[in-house]
């Protein structure tokens, strides 16, 4: 899988303490310069790494991203700074490039310092390897509890010209992106990059990416827990050597469109590959007044443990998905509730159908289909989430173990 004018690498740098050989920084570089956008979590408790992107995230340019799993660089005060601001300075010289172009991600336990010394000695050794891997490697070592890395790709054509589109993500628990829709804030343990040869102004880019991100990543819950390290930077290095797109070009919706397929395919990965999860479920509310409470009530819902559990369990527990709308906080009438799970109404009017038995044998099912129509109005929202098992707790009671 090649992205024109991008180079990678993904070597075991030792961050990762049980996994000593599993590869644990991951570099990305463009040949070129590239224009960048970002978000980031709103967490009011920022990494390292996120507290430094933020900082030169304005000047819309940028060329590398040294990513490390295994320590998120949280917590861990003025150090934490120093040493993220090291690892930049250090992957800068060994490229050539200006600090200011290189970006940084972390991910992992929060509040123990990066081993600075294993680092050190690491990052001249991923720019050396640069041209010996892929982008599958660089998606294998940001991984921390994940079981599959996620890629995506996707070529449209600009002006007769073939761009590619190719994003990768990791995240398989403390999810729940909350991305503010501005440059500069927004996202849950999640690090997302996207990489791109189609030129792309700032303004442009930065809309394609808030668009984007407001129907993927952010109507996206494992658990209902935001993190410290959310992440996710598009690089547009232009070398299609096409005309750059900007907001009013007549190529601006075909971007948005592809960029829209790439970020919500990488959610639903993310979703499949909850931590613990056996299914995937997506939670679509119709009906609403408006987007927003759409929004609402299906994250109600996809955050519910008691949903959650009852999918797993193969149990068509309606009347937890009831309660849910119930307490989501917007105006509902119970008489004009419809639910449906796979296809079969289970709900009307607020009543139940007396089809649990059928509903029940189409829950072993990998993927789950919740619609709620709440009768009140015409706006919907589409949220991802998965079921909760018993490997959650196990994953979770021992992370740091």
């Known amino acids: 899988m090649l992205v024109p004018g991008f180079k990678f690498s993904a070597i075991s740098a030792g961050i990762k303490k049980t996994k000593a050989t599993k590869k644990d920084l991951a570099l990305i570089f463009s040949e070129v310069e590239a ?37 998120a660089n949280a917590c861990t005060g003025i150090q934490g ?24 991600a972390s991910t992992g336990i929060i509040g123990e310092y990066l081993p600075m010394e294993k680092i050190r000695h690491a990052i001249p050794e991923a720019a050396k390897k640069l041209s010996s891997h892929t982008i599958e490697d660089v998606a294998r070592a940001i991984m921390t509890t994940d079981t599959f890395p996620k890629i995506f790709m996707k070529k449209i054509k600009i002006k007769g010209k073939t761009g590619t589109i190719a994003g990768i993500a990791k995240g398989a628990g403390m999810i729940h992106p909350k991305l503010a829709l501005n440059p500069v804030s927004g996202m849950a343990t999640m690090l997302g990059f996207i990489m791109t040869d189609i030129a792309v102004d700032h303004r442009a880019i930065n809309k394609a990416l808030r668009e984007a991100t407001k129907k993927s990543f952010n109507r996206l819950t494992i658990d209902g827990d935001t993190s410290t390290n959310d992440t996710i930077i598009i690089m547009a290095n232009g070398c299609l050597n096409n005309k750059p797109i900007e907001l009013n070009s007549s190529q601006f919706s075909n971007f948005q469109t592809a960029l829209n397929e ?4 990488l959610s ?7 931590e613990g999860a056996t299914k995937l479920i997506e939670v679509t509310v119709k009906g609403a007044k408006t987007e927003s409470d759409a929004e609402v009530v299906a994250f109600s819902i996809a955050n519910s443990n008691l949903v959650k559990t009852a999918i797993y369990g193969g149990d068509a527990n ?4 009831m309660a849910a709308i119930g307490y989501a906080g917007i105006d509902v009438e119970e008489n004009r509730i419809d639910i449906y799970i796979n296809g079969l109404k ?21 993927e789950i289909n919740i619609i709620v129509n709440i009768g009140v109005g015409h706006a919907q929202a589409k949220v991802l989430t998965c079921d909760l098992t018993e ?5 979770n009671s021992a992370y740091r173990s």
Do not use: C, H
Request: glycine letters at 10%; aromatic letters at 4%.
């Open 391 to 395: 490997k959650y707790v196990k994953i």
């Open 318 to 321: 309606w009347g937890r998905i």
């Open 262 to 265: 790439v970020t919500y395919n």
């Open 35 to 71: 224009t960048v956008a970002g978000l980031f979590t709103t967490n009011k408790i920022k990494a390292a790494s996120v507290k430094l992107d933020i900082s030169k995230l304005a000047s819309g340019r940028g060329q590398a991203i040294i990513v490390n799993s295994g320590n």
């Open 346 to 366: 289970i709900v009307s009017k607020g009543i139940g159908t007396n089809k649990d038995k059928a509903i029940k044998d189409t829950l072993s099912r990998n």
């Open 268 to 274: 639903r990965m993310i979703a499949r590959d909850g």
């Open 81 to 104: 700074l120093r040493d993220a601001g090291e690892m930049v300075d250090i992957t800068a010289k060994e490229l050539g490039i200006n600090p200011e172009l290189v970006y940084i």
